[in-house]
Nanobody, 112 residues
Framework: QVQLVESGGGLVQPGGSLRLSCVGSGRIFSIYDMAWYRQAPGKQREFVAVITSGSNTNYADSVKGRFTISRDNTKNTVYLQMNSLKPEDTAVYYC??????WGKGTLVTVSS
């Protein structure tokens, strides 16, 4: 069983930046595809970004050019660098391993 713990959420003004982190347990972290999803109030959870075990990346169209996903297998950690944040990015952000294991989420609020 993989345990995932997200951090780094908070309140930020439009146009600002945040970096989310997700630390995973276990010695086989490096073999997992790691992804970020988000769920805004009243909406379904949606895909944000993924980084494969081979470090290939893919992004939702809504965040391309603004968000960057990366990983550090030596620290069992995946990151989501979020720049040029918009109010519509407000959501609870969840980390996922192989789209099967989930963290409890971290809240990002973009508001002036």
């Amino acid at each position: 069983q993989v345990q995932l713990v997200e951090s780094g959420g908070g309140l930020v003004q439009p146009g600002g930046s945040l970096r989310l982190s997700c630390v995973g347990s276990g010695r086989i972290f490096s073999i997992y595809d790691m992804a970020w999803y988000r769920q805004a109030p009243g909406k379904q959870r949606e895909f944000v970004a993924v980084i494969t075990s081979g470090s290939n990346t893919n992004y939702a169209d809504s965040v391309k050019g603004r968000f960057t996903i990366s990983r550090d297998n030596t620290k069992n950690t995946v990151y989501l660098q979020m720049n040029s944040l918009k109010p519509e990015d407000t959501a609870v952000y969840y980390c996922s391993a192989n789209h099967l294991h989930w963290g409890k989420g971290t809240l990002v609020t973009v508001s002036s």
